[in-house]
């Protein structure tokens, strides 16, 4: 029995081919900046430094806080911008994938092409053959029967040169004159049915060139569509993946600043020590 599966991939719609094709099912999306060793480091200090918000410290500890959390914020940037290159250069990747397939594409459309080509040559080549044997046919046919009118012929003019009745002689000039009216019926009909046959043969060449130039035109237009489509569903991938990675990297510089300034607000609560030990 046959699978469920296996039937349908069977009957897989033409648009289900090319974006398997062009690689329209995406890969499991690589984690984001939430869940990188970054920016978790900048989002404990920053918890960090909320806890200690109405906690004295002195200026030098506060600069040290502010330059902690500068550090934490640029590497988490960072990585920011480290995951939409990692990103890109994924859809680089796979469109490069997908030229790859439009370009075997357009290589198998060039060898069927080819090999149309080489089954109309071959079909010319034996309707050619069958032609020649055709012509060779009638022409020794006729032939024969007018080498041995001709031979006749020969025999009979020996014979009137030697010949002295006039009687005779009449008659066999009759004979030599049918013969050689004979001789040019043959000779015609020989003809006409040698054109026939090239006429045939002629006929027979032009419908396969047009059978096969329908063949071929019809096999390039059909390549050229699916090609056009694969290179515009490759291409609109690839757009589309620019487009979230760049949104993406939008929303993760904009946590990382939420992220930040919650931290540099904690730091701007915290309340500053005087030189004796006191609050300022």
Do not use: H
């Not at 033409?14 to 690589?30: C, D, I, K």
């Not at 004295?56 to 040290?64: L, R």
């Not at 050229?224 to 490759?234: F, H, V």
Request: aromatic fraction near 4%.
């Amino acid at each position: 029995m046959i699978r469920r599966s296996t039937v349908a991939t069977l009957f897989l719609t033409p648009f289900l081919a090319l974006a398997m094709l062009v690689g329209l099912v995406a890969p499991a999306s690589a984690a984001g900046i939430r869940s990188t060793t970054e920016y978790q480091k900048l989002k404990s200090y920053v918890s960090t430094l909320e806890s200690k918000r109405n906690d004295p410290a002195t200026q030098q500890q506060i600069a040290k806080y502010r330059q902690t959390l500068e550090t934490r914020r640029k590497d988490a940037n960072n990585k920011v911008r480290s995951l939409y290159a990692a990103s890109i250069a994924s859809a680089k990747q796979q469109r490069q994938a997908s030229r790859e397939k439009v370009r075997k594409m357009r290589n198998d459309r060039r060898a069927e092409v080819a090999q149309l080509k080489r089954n109309r040559a071959g079909q010319i080549q034996t309707l050619t053959s069958n032609k020649n044997a055709a012509v060779d046919r009638v022409t020794s046919e006729y032939n024969g029967k007018i080498d041995r009118l001709q031979t006749e012929n020969k025999r009979l003019q020996r014979k009137l040169d030697r010949a002295k009745k006039a009687s005779v002689r009449r008659q066999l000039r009759e004979e030599i004159q049918a013969n050689q009216r004979t001789i040019s019926s043959l000779t015609s009909t020989r003809q006409d049915e040698v054109n026939l046959i090239n006429t045939r043969y002629r006929n027979n060449v032009e419908a396969v060139k047009e059978r096969f130039s329908a063949q071929i035109a019809r096999a390039k237009a059909d390549s050229l569509r699916r090609i056009k489509e694969a290179e515009q569903a490759l291409q609109e991938r690839f757009a589309a993946k620019r487009e979230a990675a760049q949104t993406r990297r939008a929303s993760e510089f904009d946590l990382v600043r939420a992220t930040f300034e919650r931290g540099r607000a904690a730091i701007n609560s915290m309340p500053v020590k005087g030189r004796n030990g006191g609050q300022d």
